[in-house]
């Protein structure tokens, strides 16, 4: 086997119910990057044209789940999407994407405060390699405020009936709740930014 000049990961010593795989792909870093993120514990080699994974098998669904999203080329489509669409237009255009997550509907995002809709969709995308429930858990825990989960703000809608126009200026989302989560969506990007950078080493 040549030398694979990549590293991510843990020790392999570290990974429980190991199972390997072996890949010709360019898009291991990727792949690397999103495993990490996903809390999946693996040991990975790689180099731009395939990579060497161990990993723990009880996560064998989302490592294969993660491997297929990146060789599908779909992910480089919805950057370009994003690209032609600017800001924040073509975020926008991914909530009916977030809403299939979230188990919910546009209609129901859409009643959201601009901030919050923004940040679900630019986590989204930073974690469209993920598996669907790590994405799941994250757009949860944006959608969140005051303790009340995406669920349980529908429910008081429906209780309430308060009309889509009149709910943004409601008091569940005060202008101290805007700054917060957009001060929160600002905070998780650059760390995911940092994260990124600094998840692959080169081997010397």
Not at 21 to 39: C, F, G, W
Not at 69 to 78: H, N, P, T, W
Not at 94 to 118: C, F, H, S, W, Y
Not at 155 to 180: C, G, L, M, V
């Amino acid at each position: 086997m040549k030398n694979l000049p990549y590293i991510g990961g843990v020790a392999v010593s570290e990974i429980k119910n190991r199972e390997f795989i072996r890949l010709e792909t360019d898009k291991a870093q990727a792949i690397v990057v999103a495993l990490d993120k996903s809390n999946i514990p693996f040991s990975a080699r790689f180099s731009d044209a395939e990579m060497v994974l161990t990993f723990d098998g009880s996560y064998k669904d989302q490592v294969n789940e993660i491997i297929a999203k990146a060789q599908s080329g779909d992910y480089e489509i919805l950057l370009r999407e994003l690209q032609v669409y600017g800001v924040p237009d073509g975020y926008y255009r991914l909530l009916g994407e977030v809403a299939e997550i979230l188990n919910t509907t546009v209609g129901a995002l859409k009643n959201r405060p601009d901030e919050i809709q923004l940040a679900l969709c630019k986590t989204y995308t930073d974690l469209w390699l993920c598996d669907d429930a790590t994405i799941q858990r994250e757009l949860d825990r944006i959608i969140t405020v005051n303790g009340r989960t995406l669920q349980d703000i529908q429910e008081h809608e429906k209780s309430q009936n308060i009309p889509a126009a009149e709910y943004r200026d409601h008091a569940y989302f005060t202008r101290e709740n805007h700054r917060h989560l957009a001060e929160m969506a600002r905070q998780k990007n650059e760390q995911e930014r940092i994260g990124k950078s600094a998840g692959s080493e080169r081997r010397r």
